[in-house]
T-cell receptor, first 117, second 111 residues
Framework: NAGVMQNPRHLVRRRGQEARLRCSPM?????VYWYRQLPEEGLKFMVY????????ESGMPKERFSAEFPKEGPSILRIQQVVRGDSAAYFC???????????????FGNGTRLTVT | GDSVTQMEGPVTLSEEAFLTINCTYT??????LFWYVQYPGEGLQLLLK?????DKGSNKGFEATYRKETTSFHLEKGSVQVSDSAVYFC??????????FGQGTTLQVKP
């Protein structure tokens, strides 16, 4: 039973390029959460999605960042025109259809480490 | 809004020492509380949880008790091992359906 799969593990982009981060949730999970971990900081919530629906994007920067979770395929976190400050580890987590809770805790992927040069 | 505050690290201990990592929270309602652990190069793994006041979560020798009166959920282990070296995150489940994390505490255990 595969866990949450994220790819790529490492991504290097030059300033101004686009970064696409992919996340395939655990089998049977229909909720996806994206978090960002900046150096020496904790995890900051970015966005919470169900299939074809954004539930909560209160943590997403207003510009350049977008996320989707299509009916088929992985969830995608897209960062346009990357800047050095976007360098971070981006983690995806998933939960069952009832959403995250004490009896359905989040399962995390191993993250994508984005470096902007 | 809801928030979690952890003691700053790094925490450096010798093997078999007693561990405490402090965690306090601010929340509306009655959140569930969690400890997650992150080993180098990996994602977060759930370590333990507690869903209501006075509940004690435990796993792999780690324990934490949900203290509503002090809004705390301190992580403890009686005898740490080198393999416990990792980053530990305290988190609460907000009423909006997402987890809110503390800033993480790095634990280094020396042989």
């Amino acid at each position: 039973n595969a866990g949450v799969m994220q790819n790529p593990r490492h991504l290097v982009r030059r300033r101004g390029q686009e970064a696409r981060l992919r996340c395939s949730p655990m089998k049977g999970h229909s909720h996806v959460y994206w978090y960002r971990q900046l150096p020496e900081e904790g995890l900051k919530f970015m966005v919470y999605l169900q299939k074809e629906n954004i539930i909560d994007e209160s943590g997403m920067p207003k510009e350049r960042f977008s996320a989707e979770f299509p009916k088929e395929g992985p969830s995608i976190l897209r960062i346009q025109q990357v800047v050095r400050g976007d360098s971070a580890a981006y983690f995806c987590a998933s939960s069952p259809p009832q959403g995250q809770g004490p009896n359905s805790p989040l399962h995390f992927g191993n993250g994508t480490r984005l470096t902007v040069t | 809004g809801d928030s979690v505050t952890q003691m700053e690290g790094p925490v450096t201990l010798s093997e078999e020492a007693f561990l405490t990592i402090n965690c306090t929270y601010t929340a509306t309602g009655y959140p569930s509380l969690f400890w997650y652990v992150q080993y180098p190069g990996e994602g977060l793994q759930l370590l333990l949880k507690a869903t209501k006041a006075d509940d004690k979560g435990s796993n792999k020798g780690f324990e934490a008790t949900y203290r509503k009166e002090t809004t705390s959920f301190h992580l403890e282990k009686g005898s740490v091992q080198v393999s416990d070296s990792a980053v530990y995150f305290c988190a609460l489940s907000s009423n909006t359906g997402k987890l809110i994390f503390g800033q993480g505490t790095t634990l280094q255990v020396k042989p």
